[in-house]
């Protein structure tokens, strides 16, 4: 009997028609307890490491009060965003090399470990530190819970799981404000960390005893390290490193068009492009795979993968500050108002997912998501101060409709035309995307929004407060706080017409990077997806059956079991 696992190795076929391969049908598959459990610790885990992306938000505040540090604040929340991100290709590799098993339990503990060091911090130092230990931590999860997502589940099928860990991963970040105001006012900022110390340990173990994964073939360490891409990886994190440090200080610590911004952003975007040149022509292994770059498809839900995450932090980032800066209500009351917004994305994120699985077809979801963001972004920019609740429970509930329903497909769609063999490495660079995403998401409307205030501030009577709002700082003044510190009510109102202008514009911008993703998506083909899984790096157990049974039948020769992953 042939190797059930070989049983999908062949050419890629397009749709014709929209329907499915007739050799490529969908079974259904009966998953052990074991699996269950997997999917139940990688979705604990995915909770942790979004939480502490936003838990910080509501805590800092209270955190630089007491360890002090100046402007080096916003290292605290930028150093574990910087550190998710550039060792993921570098990530990738080595869970090809070393096994899946061991990289993600890796990444746990130092996650961990790093809560640890934050809760403990008697320093800004210590804790921007342990802010770095925890990013490493957290990237290493955000890739390996895809990656093994992946290697569990048949292409076809990936959606519905990666809608439940990307709802779990929503969730996450939704409370993260919540709890960080909360335990920092009633109990100690120290517990937005040590929160993690139980969890991530439960997780730890969960995850030791079920992850038991088949390992890559067992070979000396020499050669394994021979086929990590060291030279191709650090060009990489050296030139990430470069533009994220730019886009950090960007209109916080410097102006934009500062050379202590431009330098670093022009040398990290020359460093990238470097990279994926030595990637293309140099590397004997390279961690870019070339496929990922040169299959249109790939390339382009690449390029939809950015501008959909930019879309979909744009809109988480700044709800909150049009309720708080534009409404004048406080952050708790904000990020209730926000609910239809996150709350929302489930169940369309669960539908998408099925969609995919039932039809096979991502193009339709991806240009019905994209169109559905566009548009709400249009609706958001007649928002003002006067709009019913009615109005922006609807227009978010749209954005998370259009959001939702690519959230959970958009790996699949890239992984459909290339070979099942590069699952870690195409999921790297997805799941980098993801997070440059993130970063710009928050970083293009801060800037447009800063911009616009400080262009509008010379219309306000009171000169104390158009100073204020004509540097670079505006957006954290969109506060409740603030607003109640204005005592006339004529500047007041004025501040507000200031900030609610400011935000139309956002918005307006938003419309283009959403209408752009939609156009992008034209040039996607439509790829059968596969219905049955090819992969080296299954449950144990499974791969076990597949050698006995192929032993057994003389289709191919008995294997010694090369330990686990």
């Known amino acids: 009997m042939a190797d059930p696992r070989q049983s999908s190795d062949r050419p890629t076929q397009l749709i014709d028609g929209g329907k499915a391969d007739p050799e490529d049908t969908t079974t259904p598959a009966n998953h052990s307890c074991r699996f269950w459990a997997i999917v139940g610790a990688l979705s604990f885990t995915a909770l942790c490491s979004s939480l502490e992306g936003t838990i910080i938000t509501s805590a800092l505040p209270t955190i630089t009060g007491e360890l002090g540090g100046g402007s080096s604040f916003v290292?605290?929340?930028?150093?574990?965003?910087?550190?998710?991100?550039?060792?993921?290709?570098?990530?990738?590799?080595?869970?090809?090399?070393?096994?899946?098993?061991?990289?993600?339990?890796?990444?746990?503990?130092?996650?961990?470990?790093?809560?640890?060091?934050?809760?403990?911090?008697?320093?800004?130092?210590?804790?921007?530190?342990?802010?770095?230990?925890?990013?490493?931590?957290?990237?290493?999860?955000?890739?390996?819970?895809?990656?093994?997502?992946?290697?569990?589940?048949?292409?076809?099928?990936?959606?519905?799981?990666?809608?439940?860990?990307?709802?779990?991963?929503?969730?996450?970040?939704?409370?993260?404000?919540?709890?960080?105001?909360?335990?920092?006012?009633?109990?100690?900022?120290?517990?937005?960390?040590?929160?993690?110390?139980?969890?991530?340990?439960?997780?730890?173990?969960?995850?030791?005893?079920?992850?038991?994964?088949?390992?890559?073939?067992?070979?000396?360490?020499?050669?394994?390290?021979?086929?990590?891409?060291?030279?191709?990886?650090?060009?990489?994190?050296?030139?990430?490193?470069?533009?994220?440090?730019?886009?950090?200080?960007?209109?916080?610590?410097?102006?934009?068009?500062?050379?202590?911004?431009?330098?670093?952003?022009?040398?990290?975007?020359?460093?990238?492009g470097l990279f994926v040149a030595y990637e293309w022509k140099v590397a004997k292994n390279p961690s870019l795979p070339r496929l990922a770059i040169m299959n249109c498809t790939a390339a382009t839900v690449l390029a939809v993968t950015f501008l959909h995450t930019t879309c979909t932090y744009w809109t988480f980032y700044f709800m909150p500050i049009y309720f708080q800066g534009v409404h004048g209500i406080s952050p708790f009351w904000s990020g209730v108002d926000t609910l239809p917004l996150f709350a929302g994305i489930f169940p369309f994120a669960i539908t998408g997912g099925i969609l995919l699985s039932k039809f096979g077809r991502y193009k339709p979801l991806h240009l019905v998501g994209m169109a559905i963001v566009t548009i709400s972004f249009g609706l958001l920019s007649i928002l003002d101060q006067t709009s019913s609740k009615a109005a922006w429970a609807c227009f978010q509930l749209l954005c998370a409709t259009g959001s939702g329903l690519m959230i959970a497909i958009l790996l699949p769609a890239m992984q459909a035309p290339l070979d099942e063999n590069l699952v870690a490495l195409t999921t790297g660079v997805w799941t980098f995307v993801r997070g440059f995403g993130t970063v710009w998401g928050v970083t293009i409307p801060s800037a447009i929004f800063n911009n616009e205030c400080r262009s509008r501030s010379t219309s306000l009577s009171d000169e104390n407060l158009a100073a204020l709002l004509s540097g670079n700082k505006a957006y954290q003044y969109a506060t409740k706080a603030f607003l109640d510190s204005i005592k006339d009510p004529a500047s007041r109102a004025e501040v507000v017409g200031l900030f609610r202008q400011s935000m139309r514009i956002v918005w307006l911008v938003g419309i283009a990077f959403a209408g752009l993703g939609w156009l992008l998506v034209w040039l996607e083909q439509e790829v059968t997806l596969r219905s049955k899984l090819n992969t080296k790096y299954g449950l144990e157990e499974r791969k076990k059956t597949y050698e006995q049974e192929g032993a057994e039948s003389g289709d191919i020769p008995a294997k010694q079991h090369t330990g686990n992953n």
């Not at 067992?218 to 050669?223: A, N, V």
Request: charged share 10%.
């Open 75 to 272: 290292w605290v929340p930028n150093a574990y965003l910087l550190a998710t991100i550039v060792m993921l290709l570098l990530m990738a590799q080595a869970s090809n090399v070393f096994g899946r098993r061991w990289l993600t339990l890796t990444s746990v503990a130092l996650f961990t470990l790093g809560s640890g060091i934050c809760g403990g911090a008697n320093s800004q130092a210590v804790l921007i530190g342990g802010r770095v230990v925890q990013g490493l931590g957290g990237g290493g999860i955000a890739l390996m819970v895809n990656v093994i997502i992946t290697d569990l589940v048949a292409l076809r099928e990936r959606g519905k799981y990666m809608a439940i860990i990307q709802m779990v991963s929503a969730v996450g970040a939704a409370l993260g404000p919540f709890l960080g105001g909360l335990l920092s006012s009633h109990s100690s900022w120290r517990w937005t960390f040590y929160i993690n110390v139980p969890i991530g340990g439960t997780s730890l173990v969960a995850l030791f005893f079920s992850l038991r994964l088949s390992a890559p073939p067992s070979t000396s360490l020499g050669e394994k390290l021979s086929r990590i891409d060291f030279i191709g990886n650090a060009m990489f994190v050296s030139s990430t490193v470069a533009v994220l440090i730019a886009i950090t200080w960007g209109g916080t610590a410097y102006a934009w068009d500062s050379s202590h911004v431009l330098v670093p952003l022009v040398l990290g975007f020359a460093g990238l």
